[in-house]
Each structure stands twice: as C-alpha cells, then as structure tokens.
C-alpha cells in the first residue's frame, strides 16, 4: 500500500508554468507506476500521463504531449508534473495515482490515490 500526496498547485496565468509533486509517505513508491489524471467541474476525471517504475516509459494524451513532462525521483519517492504553455483549458485538479501499469489510461486501473491539487489557470 502507498499513500500520495499531490502539491504545486494553484492559480497561474495562461502561457505560465507550474510543476506538480506527488510524493509518496508509505510503501514502496518503486513499486509502482504512477499516473496523473485531472477533472474538470462537470467532467470525467482524465488521463494526463504516466510513467513506468523506473521512468523508462512516458505516455501522455494527446492535448498535453509537448506541453507537460512526467519524472519520477524514486530515491525521493516522489513524481513530479511539469506543465508549461498552460491553457485555462488545463484548470482542473490533478491526482496522481500508483498502479500496477505504466500504460494504464483509465482510472479503474490505479489502485492508490492522492487528494487532488487545484490548477486554475486564468485567461
């Protein structure tokens, strides 16, 4: 078992830059892929980006790829999202999530996860 918890959110300026951690406190974060997922009020929670245990492989949807960066320090036990040219299309609050699959994109297939950060990104 893994315990997360997200931090770096908070209010920027489209065009602005933000970088998100998702630093584990139990358990053995190289265990496990981790994934970032966002929802926006009103919608479905949406995979951003994973990467697998030891950062080899990176996936990201589409609306993000060249625009955010996934990394993971395991000596840290910790993952971070880095996300710059933000749009107020990216305003939601970000997870991060720990799973068994580095190439898993729906959220049934995370089985840990942290409380969510508020990204707002205004216009």
């Known amino acids: 078992q893994v315990q997360l918890l997200e931090s770096g959110g908070g209010l920027v300026q489209a065009g602005g830059s933000l970088r998100l951690s998702c630093a584990a406190s139990t358990g053995t974060f190289s265990n496990y892929a981790i994934g970032w997922f966002r929802q926006a009020p009103g919608k479905e929670r949406e995979f951003v980006g994973s990467?697998?245990?030891?950062?080899?492989?990176?996936y990201y949807t589409d609306s993000v790829k060249g625009r955010f960066t996934i990394s993971r320090d395991n000596a840290k036990n910790t993952a971070y999202l880095q996300m710059n040219s933000l749009t107020p299309e990216d305003t939601a609050v970000y997870y991060c999530?720990?799973?068994?699959?580095?190439?898993?994109?729906?959220?049934?297939?995370?089985?840990?996860w942290g409380q969510g950060t508020q990204v707002t990104v205004s216009s």
């Open positions: 990467i697998s245990l030891l950062g080899g492989s990176l």
């Open positions: 999530a720990a799973g068994s699959y580095s190439g898993a994109t729906g959220p049934a297939e995370y089985d840990y």
